[in-house]
């Protein structure tokens, strides 16, 4: 979507180096801010998501961060392995218009052997 | 729970053919919507739903029509097709904004 911007789009890694992606978003009223993951040739899957009133949030190897004030947010992978690799979308809901999440173009991550 | 169950798979058609995606979900979603996926554009909304009876237009509409008449359902009509129309197509649901999104297999479709 135009109001959702995904850097980098291409990520390249040695397998157990960390992997930050950013996303900003132009609607300060945004309250939420999900991040899937699809694996080649399957759907997107939900894999860390965190709201307004939060800063951030774990689970295992992944975080997310979120600065309201600079409307950006960003996922850290840690320890990253082969099967991290995929294309990573974040999808905020901006609060104008259709409340359903407008996805970025996404973030190809190669994680090398 | 099946999740969301989208038919067919893949589908070949000649420029100017009609054809209906079907989607269904059994989760007792509010809200219901199409994406399509193209190289290098991400996850691109064509159409969605809040709620049966309710069905308005996303980024890219044009070519295409929904309706939802139950909760489970959502259809989404090709018209005329035309090449520009190939693509990956995803439906998706989820209980109401600000929640996850959960997504169909995806229904591959290639406009001759």
């Known amino acids: 979507g135009e109001n959702v911007e995904q850097h980098p789009s291409t990520l390249s890694v040695q397998e157990g180096d960390s992997a930050v992606i950013k996303c900003t978003y132009s609607d300060s009223a945004s309250n939420y801010f999900p991040w899937y993951k699809q694996e080649l040739g399957k759907r997107p899957q939900l894999i860390i998501d965190?709201?307004?009133?939060?800063g951030e949030k774990k689970d295992q190897r992944i975080a997310v961060t979120l600065n309201k004030t600079a409307k950006h947010f960003s996922l850290h992978i840690t320890e990253t392995q082969p099967e991290d690799s995929a294309v990573y979308f974040c999808?905020?809901?901006?609060?104008?218009?259709?409340?359903?999440?407008?996805f970025g173009r996404g973030t190809s991550l190669i994680v090398h052997p | 729970n099946a999740g969301v169950t989208q038919t067919p798979k893949f589908q070949v058609l000649k420029t100017g053919q009609s054809m209906t995606l079907q989607c269904a979900q059994d989760?007792?979603?509010?809200?219901m919507s199409w994406y399509r996926q193209d190289p290098g554009m991400g996850l691109r909304l064509i159409h969605y739903?809040?709620?049966?009876?309710?069905?308005d237009q996303g980024e890219v509409p044009n070519g295409y029509n929904v309706s939802r008449s139950t909760t489970e359902d959502f259809p989404l009509r090709l018209l005329s097709a035309a090449p520009s129309q190939t693509s990956v197509y995803f439906c998706a649901s989820s209980r109401g904004s600000g929640q996850p999104q959960h997504f169909g297999d995806g229904t591959r479709l290639s406009i001759l």
């Open positions: 739903s809040v709620g049966a009876g309710i069905t």
């Open positions: 999808a905020p809901v901006l609060s104008g218009g259709s409340y359903i999440p407008t």
């Open positions: 989760m007792n979603h509010e809200y």
């Open positions: 965190i709201r307004s009133n939060v």
